[in-house]
């Protein structure tokens, strides 16, 4: 059976209920948010090409520099000024230098840092290599000039003796040196490869952000100066500067552009004290042996800036599945109109703190408050009840120790459904109009009951749930009332009723059973209204009892309302 179920849920269609609502202020909200919400997706899919299929760049670098510096005593020319290997995608330019000439392998005194600094012999420890020194002492203290001693070291002697960078820059006239730059990319998905170096390319020409945006020749002054820094400056103490080439590539063929846009920013912590080593420096040497075969070297401390090259950037293409799926996914926006006018029309209070009749209407109309599983399976019972001097249904979830009678519950407004159809049934007594209030007068005076009875109707029971009267205050019971009669125990309709849902029903060989529970059922109707209230819906006593009267069993018992869980 349960595999029946499935297979016919898979041919089943199920749908939302839609409450529509005729109002200027409403409607005009619901508008306007619609239009925003359509205005941003559209800018969103027209500027970031959302309807586009994307790849990042696949790329390689090739840099070439030149330029010739000339300082007080030398000429320096690209081979000099120019380190290859310091980094991928990467160059360096030397900027200043200290030059430590004829350096050997021999004893001689340490600089005389705080810790070199000595008086006797004690204060040096042979052996000892310091981080900042420049080779291992020897365990004597000599002197380093007039007026200081310093351990004296195995390293390359003399050693280097001066610590702070020259200023001005000995080769600050490199800002004028310029750099070109060959970048090659591929796009994978698109099988599109492309270079920065544009199809007329002159070689005269130099990056300019306005007059040359496409030209691959850069000054260093010019790169330095768009990344916010001056050159003489940062060719002191060295520094980091990144060169941003970024692809943004369309290659849809109605707005095929593909060019590099370039970009320039430092890197490094210029506001670094000393003690943190700002700027960007290191230290090389230059090897060469004397004609006696004694190997000398010149140690060079350089200064310089490095330029990393940083290359990023996408491509797109038009794909109809990825505009399908941008769309799809922001139709949810669309619901932000309802959400929004839900919460107006939902909200319990107006503006002026009072209840809104409109509000409650639509409350009603849209909601429906019903008990979750878990609350039900806690062993609670459910019931719904109504009566002829109260208005509303009682749905009670609480029963009392004496009777269904006495419990309090909550009110819930009547599912009205068209039972007035029943007016054009052929057998009914057109003489009492249902819209005339006198049909539902009761009739007849009460009498003597049980203590919980109001209508003098009622028989003695021994379940809770079955000690119910269809009146709350003493007054004439239902069942006397002509209405009552006509709906609930006329056999006519009664019959009509039951060939109505079986036309092969065999009324007249069935017995009063099947009359007897379409009563039940057509009292529930016209009591309780259309709706799935039925299982838990508890017809009074005074009123099951007059039906039992009016179509008894044959054995003469009677199952009773069973309590529901």
Partial sequence: MAACSCLRSVFEFETNRVVRIYSVWYGSLKSIIHFMVFLYVSIVLLADRRYQKKDSVISSMHVKVKGVSQTENRVWDTAEYTIPGQGVNSFF??????????????????????????????????????????????????KYNRTINTCEVSAWCPVESTKAAPTPAILDSAENFTVLIKNNIHFPKFDYTTTNIPPKFNISCTYNKHKAPLCPIFRLRDILQEAGEKFSEVAVQGGIIGIEINWDCNLDKWGHRCSPNYGFRRLDDKRANEALYPGYNFRFARYYKQPGGREERTLIKAYGIRFDILIFGTAGKFDFFEMVVY?????????????AVDCLLTSPMSCCCKPDPVKEYYYNKKCQEVLGPRWLESGQTLF??????????????????????????????????????????????????????????????????PSWCCCGKCRPADLIWERLCCRKTDGPCVTTSPLFVQLVLSEPVLKFALLYKDPLLDVTGAGRKPFRHCAYEQYIRWRFGEGDLGARAVIPNCCRWRIRDAFPSENGEYRGFGKKK
């Avoid at 000595?118 to 020897?138: A, E, L, Y």
């Avoid at 139709?331 to 932000?336: A, E, I, P, R, T």
């Avoid at 009678?405 to 009205?416: F, P």
């Fill in 384 to 449: 719904y009840v109504t009566f002829v001097d109260e208005p509303g249904i009682l749905m009670i979830d609480k029963l009392s120790e004496t009777s269904l009678q006495t419990n309090e519950g909550r009110i819930i407004d009547k599912h009205q459904g068209d039972f007035m159809q029943s007016s054009r049934l052929p057998y009914w007594d057109r003489t009492i109009s249902p819209q005339n209030p006198e049909e539902l007068q009761l009739l007849q005076n009460r009498r003597e009951g």
């Fill in 327 to 339: 769309i799809g996914s922001v139709l949810s926006y669309f619901g932000l109109a309802q959400l």
């Fill in 93 to 142: 330019v030397l900027t200043n230098i200290i030059t430590t000439e004829n350096q050997t392998q021999r004893l001689c005194p340490e600089f005389p840092f705080a810790k070199a600094v000595c008086t006797t012999d004690k204060s040096c420890m042979k052996g000892r290599v310091d981080p900042q020194g420049n080779g291992i002492q020897t365990g004597k203290c000599v």
